[in-house]
């Protein structure tokens, strides 16, 4: 089983659409949460950690289930620069600088 | 705004040569990674870096890899004799701390071995 999984895509949008992704993790030792967003051969950046309160910036809203392991993204109104490879990933280590762990990315493209 | 910097931006090296990889972390970070990413598929942790030595490394860091910080700015990954599955996106990342704070990458080296 894979560690980090994510919904396979790709998903295809139109503009002004909301869509949600998911991820779950299977290792309870993770200790934090994040979605990156990765454009085409370029590097991850860090769209938003996850908390479990649940948390929105702007137009994204993420959540997090610790006792289902479960992590979502939501995107309301996307726009065409949402366009990317959304990236679920998790922390899990010790105090000298743990890892991080990535899902295998859904690809979002959203069309005029 | 502080990046993490990698050198070169493309590699193209024979099979079984050595390559160097080279990456100029945030001057303040204190922890220090190594990821590579092969073409369509996910990132993958390699190796972490903290107090001048490896913290972790994954079954991916056999002994063709190393990691040096030789001057207390620049942090280097050595393939010592590359083989054409080597062939991979290679990105590092630097953090200030560990737990939920951003982990910044350099834009990654594409290394192509022929």
């Known amino acids: 089983r894979k560690e980090v999984e994510q919904d396979p895509g790709p998903f295809n949008v139109p503009e002004g659409a909301t869509v949600a992704f998911n991820c779950t993790y299977s290792n309870s030792a993770s200790q934090s949460f994040f979605w990156y967003r990765q454009d085409c051969r370029k590097e991850p950046k860090l769209l938003m950690s996850v908390y479990s309160s649940g948390n929105e910036d702007g137009r994204f809203t993420a959540q997090l289930n610790i006792a289902s392991q479960y992590i979502s993204l939501l995107i309301r109104d996307s726009k065409l620069s949402d366009s990317a490879t959304y990236l679920c990933?998790?922390?899990?280590?010790?105090?000298?600088?743990?890892?991080?762990?990535f899902g295998q990315g859904t690809e979002l493209s959203v069309k005029p | 705004e502080p990046e993490v910097t990698q050198t070169p931006s493309h590699q193209v090296t024979q099979m079984g040569q050595e390559v160097i990889l080279r990456c100029v972390p945030i001057?303040?970070?204190?922890?220090f990674y190594w990821y590579r990413q092969i073409l369509g598929q996910k990132v993958e942790f390699l190796v972490s870096f903290y107090n001048n030595e490896i913290s972790e490394k994954s079954e991916i860091f056999d002994d063709q890899f190393s990691v040096e910080r030789p001057d207390g700015s620049n942090f280097t990954l050595k393939i010592r004799s590359t083989k054409l599955e080597d062939s991979a996106m290679y990105f590092c990342?630097?953090?200030?701390?560990?737990?939920?704070?951003?982990?910044?990458f350099g834009q990654g080296t594409r290394l192509t071995v022929v």
């Open positions: 990342a630097s953090n200030p701390e560990i737990f939920n704070t951003e982990a910044f």
């Open positions: 001057s303040n970070h204190l922890y």
């Open positions: 990933v998790v922390l899990r280590g010790g105090n000298q600088g743990g890892k991080l762990i």
